[in-house]
């Protein structure tokens, strides 16, 4: 039978735990390399973003080791700024790409679309089947050379063709 330990045994005086403060950077970024990333990777969502982040968080702790009383705090409050900051210069980015621009004249779409459609209309039938499956439906060539019945050769040949025939149409137009 095990004899355990009663409260009354124990020594009446308990030292409180002792922030132990890294002597060194090395010591600092052993023990919380992994910690920083795993915290910034759970926040930001990507690991290169967390990886970044922890990067420029240990640097400046680096840039100012001398002058610091608390590097772990400065260190994890520099990563978490460095969050904020990102996702602020994200959302800004974002509305700005975002906000609407000068609204398109729907007329030059029409005509710019029966312009192509004519344009593509003057190709032979396999180079016009070509260009379509490949460059407006992404077709890689050998799916568009199964469905056209010849090699992947020879429909990136003919949509090549029809890319040099529509070419000068298509360059005219542009000047006008």
Not at 95 to 114: C, H, I, K, V
Request: with cysteine; aromatic share 6%.
């Amino acid at each position: 039978m095990v004899q355990m330990e009663r409260p009354s045994d124990l020594p009446h005086e308990v030292a409180a735990p002792v922030a132990l403060v890294p002597a060194t950077f090395e010591e600092l970024f052993t023990a919380h390399h992994g910690r920083l990333f795993r915290a910034l990777y759970l926040i930001v969502g990507n690991s290169f973003e967390a990886e970044e982040l922890m990067q420029d968080a240990f640097l400046r702790v680096l840039e100012r080791w001398d002058r610091l009383e608390n590097p772990e705090g400065y260190l994890y409050r520099c990563a978490i700024n460095s969050t904020r900051s990102r996702f602020r210069r994200l959302q800004v980015a974002a509305r700005r790409t975002l906000s609407p621009g000068q609204p398109e004249d729907p007329f030059a779409a029409a005509d710019l679309r029966d312009e192509l459609v004519r344009a593509l209309r003057a190709l032979p039938e396999r180079q016009r089947a070509a260009l379509v499956l490949t460059d407006l439906l992404d077709l890689k060539s050998e799916e568009a050379a199964t469905l056209l019945g010849c090699t992947a050769a020879s429909v990136r040949s003919l949509a090549s063709h029809g890319r040099a025939a529509l070419r000068p149409t298509l360059e005219a137009d542009d000047e006008r």
